[in-house]
């Protein structure tokens, strides 16, 4: 593992050292600070089981990219930028709009992490057989791998913030990238940490609007537009994977004669007649197959309103925790002791 030495929260970048892997990189924002971040080169559809040309997660502005840059660590924010850095208490308690300006205030081509990004990873995760696992069980440890432990930051949760004596939970988050490699996304510390469990992530680029299925295309959401309620980026699905106005006729939903929906991802099936195009699959919104390497990764849709996607599962999700874990089942407005999220950079 990297050889680490933090300084003190007063001084949180003072006096950093980190000695990385090949594939770790240092990258500064307008600022001058400094995020760890794993360099993910560009690769097809085919590369991930798959068929088709590059994967969208790659795209962006109609450009292909050569790589795209992820958080290594879930995100702390400090003064209102969002960082990636290791042995940290994840932050908490965070709008969809507040990470995404977290990110965003970073400067040029810093972004909220994708769905795109993330369904890459996961992905590659698959074929590779590498799944993570991560602090999923209430203990600081996995659910399948009870032995396995994170470095425990208990987070305290009080019933009544105005009145202590009310009492609280202590919430079982772990530091940032303090588990062992296999809760790294390629099984080596090399990797991104904690895309399993230990707090929800918020995703950018995708939501579902009255269930239905609706992105900003390709990667274009890693160039900080108008994710909004109200923004004319947002496209559906058809079935031949053409991307159309919301409210067309026969978009792909779910819950609604489309997509049936199950327990876990990988019971997920297509409603008679419904055919799934791959760019549905190449973003993790529906299986690639039936291999029972997804696991019981959960997955989960509203067909109420607007909802946000929230990736990985938390501290509490057990067995239903893992990279292809959605929770479409919330406003943008949520904000919640386990929902976190990381931070990712394209070269614009």
């Given amino acids: 593992m990297a050889d680490i030495k933090l300084t003190t929260k007063d001084q949180m970048f003072e006096g950093l050292n980190l000695s990385l892997p090949p594939n770790n990189e240092i990258i500064l924002d307008d600022k001058g600070l400094p995020s760890v971040m794993v360099k993910i080169p560009k690769f097809s559809m085919s590369d991930v089981g798959l068929s088709g040309g590059t994967h969208p997660a790659f795209i962006v502005d109609g450009e292909e990219k050569p790589y795209i840059y992820i958080s290594k660590y879930q995100n702390i924010v400090v003064n209102d930028r969002a960082y990636s850095l290791p042995y940290k208490q994840p932050r908490n308690y965070v709008t969809f709009d507040q990470a995404r300006a977290y990110c965003e205030n970073k400067g040029k081509g810093w972004h909220l992490m994708t769905n795109a990004e993330w369904a890459a990873i996961a992905l590659w995760c698959k074929k590779h057989e590498c799944m993570p696992y991560g602090n ?37 988050l772990t530091a940032t990238g303090s588990g062992p490699k296999s809760w790294f996304h390629n099984n080596d510390f090399s990797g991104i940490a904690d895309l399993n469990g230990n707090v929800y992530e918020w995703v950018g680029g995708l939501r579902l609007n009255a269930g239905e299925i609706q992105i900003i295309p390709n990667n274009d959401a890693a160039m900080a537009v108008d994710q909004s309620a109200e923004s004319t980026l947002w496209k559906a699905i058809a079935q031949n994977g053409s991307l159309v106005a919301p409210g067309t006729a026969g978009a792909l939903k779910y819950g609604s004669g489309s997509i049936v929906l199950g327990n876990y991802f990988k019971d997920m099936t297509a409603a008679g007649g419904v055919t799934i195009p791959n760019l549905l699959k190449a973003l993790a919104l529906f299986p690639a197959d039936a291999a029972e390497t997804y696991r019981d990764d959960y997955f989960y849709a509203s067909s109420s309103g607007e909802r946000l996607c929230q990736r990985g599962g938390y501290y509490y999700d057990s ?22 999220f990381r931070s990712a950079f394209v070269e614009l």
């Fill in 319 to 340: 067995e239903y925790a893992g990279v292809f874990y959605a929770n479409l089942n919330y406003s943008r407005s949520s904000s919640y002791a386990y929902l976190g």
């Fill in 136 to 172: 999923n069980n209430y203990e600081y440890g996995d659910y399948y791998h009870t032995y396995d432990k994170g470095a425990p930051m208990p987070y305290r949760y009080y019933f009544d913030p105005e009145d202590p004596e009310q009492g609280y939970d202590d919430l079982p």
